[in-house]
């Protein structure tokens, strides 16, 4: 069985950093390992991230992403009319929505005021003004 106190470190598994401009006996003085001259044997020739030696860097030859996407799920409507599957006084929220078919998945719901509600029913989602009047009118109620 391997433990920690008889692990080893293999041969060649940890390189040395790489010391260069130390002088010609080091194996990498004058040049540095640059090559002798142009834009990448400056200073600061190879420095900044994306360069490709003049030509058209591929992230800018790449088209923008435009407009904007939402990180807010954006909430399923509901019309009155589909509101008449439920029976008399039974509670709308969004797990007995879920269980009629009317919506597909959990997350944010709200009832707009399209066709017309002929049950009593108790409301615990959200709801248009004029959704509000006619679940009232109705004669049920929101919570």
């Known amino acids: 069985m391997i433990k920690l106190h008889g ?3 293999y041969k060649g598994s940890r390189k040395r950093r790489k010391v260069v401009g130390r002088g010609l006996g080091s194996g990498h003085g004058t040049f540095s390992t640059r090559g002798i001259k142009g834009q990448r044997a400056r200073k600061s ?3 900044r991230p994306g360069f490709e030696g003049g030509r058209q860097p591929l992230i800018r030859q790449m088209p923008k992403l435009r407009g904007f996407k939402s990180p807010h799920p954006k ?3 509901i019309l009155l009319s589909q ?3 439920f029976s008399d006084g039974e509670v709308v929220n969004i797990e007995s929505l879920l269980k ?3 919506i597909r998945q959990k ?3 709200k009832i707009l005021a399209g066709g017309e509600i002929k049950r009593k029913l108790e409301i615990q989602v959200p709801a248009s003004a ?3 009047a006619a679940i009232e009118k ?4 929101l919570s």
């Open 130 to 132: 004029g959704a509000k």
């Open 7 to 9: 692990l080893k470190v």
């Open 83 to 85: 509101l008449n599957k």
């Open 75 to 77: 909430a399923a409507t």
């Open 138 to 141: 109705a004669g049920g109620k």
């Open 100 to 102: 009629k078919n009317i």
């Open 107 to 109: 997350g944010p719901v």
């Open 45 to 47: 020739g190879n420095s």
